[in-house]
């Protein structure tokens, strides 16, 4: 096949019609139609201006001739066309797939595909603002931030100026009218520079060497494929991907590596760079408006080779896409659970066939699903069986807390995790200690009275944080100051703190090892990327003997003189055991346990647990991946959960439980009625209170091969819901709160 003249192919065909169907970023399924005006061409994919109701809203020209009940003469008229590069048939194709399939309005969809409706306009000129050296006539603390910032000469625009010194807009335009702040002319933004597929290419191990160019044939066969990229941590997986994002490269098309947000950290941007000689674009929620700007407008005009970003990346709009890597891919953050409920991971997949091109799922503990459909046929596989460089992999020993457990209730490590940090400490090398939940204490506690400090908007107790003095609920953001004296029976100096959080484990570690230099991660010690990428710099450089975290340092992190991890609570996961309550922790603590040993010194994992003959535990220590995997799916196929049966979830809420109780049950009248098809519930959800709002849930089975968007659509056709309750469906569930 000749190289296809892809942005060609995607150019829309402008065909002169009098009316145009138009989908607008809002939440409606239906396209409106607009009459097009004369000497106006406009095709499928272009941006368009339209009234709607008394404003202008840009939306996108969509294929169907939309209502014809519609009298043409009544029809108001496409307001401008924008200058933009069209939305491409693929990406349209993604907005409707993703639509039907998670049963959001498509124009809900739509507006993750135009997040930037800034950067449909032509760039502007840019103004930079510099320091004029005039003072202005009132100095507040804001405006001060602002006028330290700009006296390094630095000219910036003034919405990262203002977002630089944590002011509002306000306050920099303010400093510009008083005459304090100047505007210069700024040079044009500086394209991307491609990366270089040759730039410094490592010599691979023969395995390394084998699936490289797996992949690599694969881009170059420009046609869909799925291949799950399975091999341990350190295995050199990142080397493998490296090497199809090089082929795609060469063969001139675009690639985008799809990362859990925690994990897109200066680490990984420094390997990219190392290999490849320039920064690849970014995506992900920290990036300032004038960057994504840029990006978004780069990718559109396809001068932005390599795209990495988090899930919502998924929706830029690249015109020629040769290859999809979701890194990660078995990792939880892949699935959105707010407004549009969709798993990336399954559309990157879908988004990888409307594109042709190939998709690499890259894991050393893939997902069930993924597993299961690489054992189907449908997916391929490429394994990387050991570890880069002769590296072993480390060795995990479990400690049975009822045996050999702290002697009091006041501190956390057992004795033998102690010997083996002091043994690490002593040995000039570095340890870590996980324990996934933030904050002092998970639960405070009145000793007098037994009164317990709940969320008053959620189903949640509020968690102490030691270092801001607060109670804070950690699903609502609610934080009250930790009083002197209990609220509900008025005795002072009762209250006590339960269970444990890093901070407090920081606390019995800095006590026990005072002269160690300790280091809490945990993502509310660390207030911006920034600070996270400096405390990862002084774990790789030895400034940090011993490291406390949560799962934020489980992501990716390659630390090669840490040989010690100590998971101080490995049962934390399995509570509430959910359907995938052991798949997850097993990842989670596959994924820690590996920061450990991963250059010459042999690393060393110890698990502190409660239930040491736990299937999970018992893999962990055996290192016997394989079959802990095929008795989960065992037990899935059992019960004909997924991924051998389909689950979607409604969540009914609203103010008032009265109303949302009745409205569920109303649900549960209407069920369907099907052979095969199970309905449970309703009941309150575990979170029956979040934000305020009363919440219940019905969970609807159904076998592998049903049509379950049809039967749910059907189902919420036949009730009627008052307008001040709200149901969420959620195909595919992971969250079952
Ligand atoms: P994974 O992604 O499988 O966890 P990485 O790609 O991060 O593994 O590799 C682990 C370490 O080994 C990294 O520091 C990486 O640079 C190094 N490495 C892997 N393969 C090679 C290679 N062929 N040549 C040199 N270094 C390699
Ligand atoms: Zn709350």
């Not at 730039?199 to 420009?222: N, T």
């Not at 052991?582 to 409660?610: F, I, K, S």
Request: aromatic share 6%.
């Amino acid at each position: 096949m000749a190289a296809s003249p892809a942005n060609a192919a995607n150019a829309p065909v402008c065909v002169r019609a009098s009316r145009a169907s138009v989908l607008l970023p809002l939440p409606l399924d239906v396209a409106y139609d607009y009459r097009v005006p004369e000497g106006m061409d406009v095709a499928p994919g272009h941006f368009v201006e339209v009234p709607l109701g008394g404003r202008a809203v840009i939306g996108v020209v969509w294929e169907g001739a939309g209502d014809p009940a519609v009298a043409e003469a009544r029809l108001r008229p496409i307001a401008r066309r924008l200058d933009a590069p069209a939305m491409t048939a693929p990406l349209r194709r993604l907005v409707e797939w993703v639509a039907a399939y998670t049963l959001a309005p498509r124009g809900s969809v739509l507006r993750m595909a135009m997040s930037v409706p800034e950067a449909l306009e032509p760039p502007r000129p840019r103004t930079g603002l510099i320091a004029a050296g005039t003072p202005p006539p009132r100095l507040t603390p804001a405006r001060a931030r602002v006028l330290a910032l700009a006296a390094d000469g630095v000219p910036r625009e003034a919405m990262d100026l203002a977002r630089e010194a944590a002011v509002g807009p306000a306050v920099v335009r303010g400093l510009l009218q008083a005459g304090a702040l100047a505007g210069v002319p700024l040079p044009a933004r500086v394209p991307f520079r491609a990366p270089d597929a040759g730039h410094a290419a490592p010599a691979l191990s023969p395995d390394q060497q084998s699936a490289a160019d797996g992949l690599a044939a694969k881009v170059g066969a420009r046609t869909f494929s799925v291949t799950l990229l399975d091999g341990v941590t350190g295995a050199g997986k990142t080397e493998v991907y490296f090497a199809a994002v090089a082929a795609a490269l060469a063969a001139g098309r675009q690639a985008l590596v799809l990362l859990p947000e925690i994990a897109l950290g200066t680490q990984w941007l420094e390997r990219f760079v190392a290999r490849f000689g320039t920064e690849p674009a970014p995506w992900n929620s920290e990036l300032t408006m004038a960057t994504r700007r840029h990006v978004w407008r780069a990718v559109a005009e396809g001068r932005a080779p390599v795209v990495v970003g988090a899930r919502s990346a998924l929706f830029l709009p690249f015109p020629d896409l040769g290859l999809i890597v979701v890194d990660e891919e078995h990792d939880a953050s892949y699935k959105q659970e707010e407004g549009v409920i969709y798993h990336a991971r399954d559309m990157a997949v879908v988004r990888a066939r409307l594109a042709a091109c190939p998709a690499v799922l890259v894991s050393a503990t893939p997902s069930l699903e993924t597993v299961a459909n690489v054992q189907d046929g449908r997916y391929a596989l490429c394994h990387l069986p050991d570890r880069h460089g002769g590296a072993s992999l480390p060795a995990v020993t479990v400690l049975d807390m009822r045996r050999e457990g702290p002697p009091d209730r006041r501190h956390w490590l057992a004795p033998r995790l102690i010997a083996a940090v002091e043994a690490a400490l002593a040995g000039g090398e570095q340890a870590m200690l996980f324990l996934n939940r933030r904050g002092y204490a998970p639960l405070t506690l009145c000793r007098h009275c037994g009164h317990r400090f709940a969320c008053p908007n959620c189903t949640a107790w509020l968690v102490e944080h030691r270092l801001t003095s607060r109670l804070q609920c950690h699903h609502c953001g609610f934080a009250m100051p930790l009083p002197e004296a209990c609220p509900a029976c008025g005795t002072a100096g009762r209250l006590a703190p339960c269970g444990p959080g890093v901070e407090r484990l920081a606390e019995e570690a800095a006590a026990r090892w005072p002269r160690a230099r300790l280091a809490v991660m945990a993502s509310d010690t660390i207030e911006n990327p920034r600070a996270a990428a400096d405390l990862v710099r002084r774990m790789a450089a030895r400034e940090i003997d011993l490291l406390i975290g949560t799962q934020i340092v489980a992501k990716g992190h390659h630390f090669p003189w840490l040989t010690l991890v100590g998971v101080v609570d490995a049962d934390l996961g399995l509570a509430g055991g959910d359907l995938r309550a052991a798949e997850r922790t097993y990842q989670l603590l596959h994924q820690v346990a590996g920061r450990a040993g991963r250059a010459e010194r042999p690393g060393r994992v110890l698990l502190q647990t409660y239930v040491p003959e736990h299937p999970v535990l018992l893999a962990l220590a055996s290192g016997d991946r394989d079959r802990f995997v095929a008795e989960e799916l065992e037990e899935r196929r059992r019960h004909a959960m997924p991924p051998f049966g389909r689950l979607a979830a409604l969540i009914v809420s609203g103010v008032g439980e009265e109303r949302v109780r009745r409205a569920a049950q109303a649900l549960a009248r209407a069920a369907p009625v099907e052979e095969g098809v199970q309905v449970l519930g309703p009941a309150p959800a575990p979170l029956a209170l979040l934000r305020g709002r009363a919440r219940w849930r019905l969970l609807m089975k159904a076998p592998r091969g049903a049509n379950v968007q049809r039967l749910l659509r059907a189902w919420l056709e036949r009730v009627k819901v008052p307008a001040a309750v709200r149901v969420q469906v959620d195909v595919d569930p992971y969250s079952f709160l």
